[in-house]
DNA sequence: TTGATATTGATAATGAAACTCATTAGTAAT
DNA sequence: ATTACTAATGAGTTTCATTATCAATATCAA
């Protein structure tokens, strides 16, 4: 089940608290507003975003922030390959995968527990331990196969 | 089986025609240097090695030679999410996809006909014509277990 | 409050990759 | 070989994402 905005904010609370670092307004503002984007953001679009609500709010600090959250487990980093990376609310959700249009930029999120299993299979045998993985299916999706 | 340097050559200087590109000097160094490497290598690592032998060979052309190079399919993009990308010989094997270990690096390369199918079905199942796809699994290897 | 320490934002620095452009080199036809 | 055309090169510049630096500020525990 999805948590509640105020789950994230206790979770990230503990997270900082554990590394003896402070909530502080700005992380507050990021992460509520981190975690009400629907798509996945960059770290540039997310500021843009912050900075109509507070124009004073740094560069640096958004890009901070959101390595912290990754950190926390909070947010997620993609990366499609297109020389910035995105996250995505990691915590209220289970884990998926990416299907990506390579002329739209459509996102569909999947999760097929076959190909999960198969995964820890693999690293299994090759006696790894598994910490992450990624997988990303890039193709053509139906709208842009029309478009000719 | 693996096909030998002249084919790489060969297929390189079919693809340089058909695009009305030429085959020079620079980029058969390349070429032939990029398919000697045992690793994946960065555009920059590439330069370096090259830099040694042919000092005025530039950094650009290097950039661009593995650009072609993707295209032609004789190389292969890999991101890691290092922040740069790696490219991988890809003409003289089959597709794969990469183990890596998060603590040194370490790479293992694997295919399972299982997942590829099952991603493929994925692909179907949203109306999607695939293009590509990258799996990477990331862990820790034997070795850095035991180094704690 | 105070002192220790973390945080912030402005700015500079970095590194990867793409672009610019004058010069050089291939190519095909003469 | 000469020419005219076009592609390729390399040096340097530029862009962009991200990180580092640092002085000023905010936070927290005592």
Redesign the pocket.
Known sequence: MALSSKDTHSVFTKF??E?????????EL?LKTFCKQKKHV???ELYDILKKL???????????????LSEAGIAREL?FG?????YEPDLDREHHDHLVCVKCGENIEFLDEEIEALQKRVVTKYGYELVDHSLNLYGVCPKCQETK
Not at 54 to 68: C, E, F, N, Q, W
Request: proline share 3%; aromatic share 2%; hydrophobic share 35%.
């Open positions: 900082l608290a590394k003896s670092l402070r909530m502080t307004s700005q992380r990021i960059t770290a540039e507070d124009p004073s709010i740094g560069h640096a600090t958004v890009y901070r922030t959101l390595k912290l990366n297109e020389g910035s990376v995105r």
